[in-house]
C-alpha cells in the first residue's frame, strides 16, 4: 500500500519556465489538496478538491493550477516559474465520510523540494 | 479567516523534563491533529481529536481538546532525544485544514 506518491523529489527550474508536479493516492480518499512548507511559516494551502471534477483554491493559489480528472490524481502546475515558488511542496489526501466522525487526519506525501533560479 | 497559534515556536529542554506546546485556534472546530516532522521529511500523524474533552496518549506524549477554549495541548513528560522534531496542530473544519507555524523542540542530553 504506496499511501501519497509524489514525484518527483527534488526539481529546479528556471525562471519562466513551467512544470507539473504529480500527487497520486491508493486509499480512495475523495479528498486531496496541496501544500507549500516555507521556514517559519507553516504549511499553506495552494489548492484543494473534494473529489473528482471539483477543486478550490487555498490561501496561496496565485500562480499555480490543478485539475483532477480522477479519484487518485492530483496534479500541480506551475505555469510560469518565479524565484518566490521555491518552496517545499507536500500532496495530502483524507477521508472524508458521509458524517465528521468518519473523517480522517491528512496524510501526506513525501514532498516535492523546488528550488526556482 | 482562520487563525492556528502555536506557542512556542522554538522550545530547547533538558533530557527527563516535561514540557507542554499550546495550540489555539480562532473558530468552531472539534476536530483536531497533531502531527510530528523530523528535518527533511514529511509530517506523520501523531493524535486525532475528536471532540471535546477528549484526551490522547501515546508514550511520553499526550494530547488534549477543549472545544470551548479552542485550545489543544501537547504534553511532554520526561523528554528524550529521540523527541527532538518539528509538531505541528492542525484543524480540520471539514473542507479545509488549517495548520499553526508548528513548535522546533530540540531535547539536549
Known amino acids: 500500500n504506496a499511501g501519497v506518491t509524489q514525484t518527483p523529489k527534488f526539481q529546479v527550474l528556471k525562471t519562466g519556465q513551467s512544470m507539473t508536479l504529480q500527487c497520486a493516492q491508493d486509499?480512495?480518499?475523495?479528498?486531496m489538496s496541496w501544500y507549500r512548507q516555507d521556514p517559519g511559516m507553516g504549511l499553506r494551502l495552494i489548492h484543494y478538491?473534494?473529489?473528482?471534477?471539483?477543486?478550490d483554491q487555498g490561501e496561496v493559489p496565485n500562480g499555480y493550477n490543478v485539475s483532477r480528472s480522477t479519484t487518485e490524481d492530483f496534479p500541480l502546475r506551475l505555469l510560469s516559474a518565479a524565484p518566490s515558488q521555491t518552496s517545499v511542496y507536500f500532496c495530502?489526501?483524507?477521508?472524508?465520510?458521509?458524517?465528521?466522525?468518519?473523517?480522517?487526519?491528512?496524510?501526506f506525501g513525501n514532498g516535492t523540494r523546488l528550488t526556482v533560479t | 479567516e482562520l487563525k492556528v497559534e502555536q506557542n512556542p515556536l522554538f522550545l530547547s529542554m533538558q533530557e527527563g523534563k516535561n514540557y507542554t506546546i499550546y495550540c489555539n485556534y480562532s473558530?468552531?472546530?472539534?476536530?483536531l491533529y497533531w502531527y510530528r516532522q523530523d528535518p527533511g521529511k514529511s509530517l506523520e500523524s501523531l493524535f486525532v481529536?475528536?471532540?471535546?474533552?477528549a484526551v490522547k496518549q501515546e508514550g511520553r506524549l499526550m494530547a488534549s481538546l477543549d472545544t470551548k477554549a479552542r485550545l489543544s495541548t501537547l504534553h511532554i513528560t520526561a523528554a528524550v532525544h529521540d523527541l527532538s522534531a518539528t509538531y505541528f496542530c492542525?484543524?480540520?473544519?471539514?473542507?479545509?485544514?488549517?495548520f499553526g507555524t508548528g513548535t522546533s523542540l530540540t531535547v539536549i542530553p
Open positions: 473558530t468552531t472546530s472539534d476536530r
Open positions: 478538491s473534494v473529489g473528482a471534477g471539483i477543486t
Open positions: 492542525a484543524v480540520d473544519t471539514g473542507n479545509q485544514f488549517y
Open positions: 495530502a489526501s483524507s477521508y472524508r465520510g458521509p458524517y465528521d466522525a468518519y473523517n480522517s487526519p491528512l496524510h
Open positions: 486509499m480512495n480518499h475523495e479528498y
Open positions: 481529536l475528536l471532540s471535546n474533552g
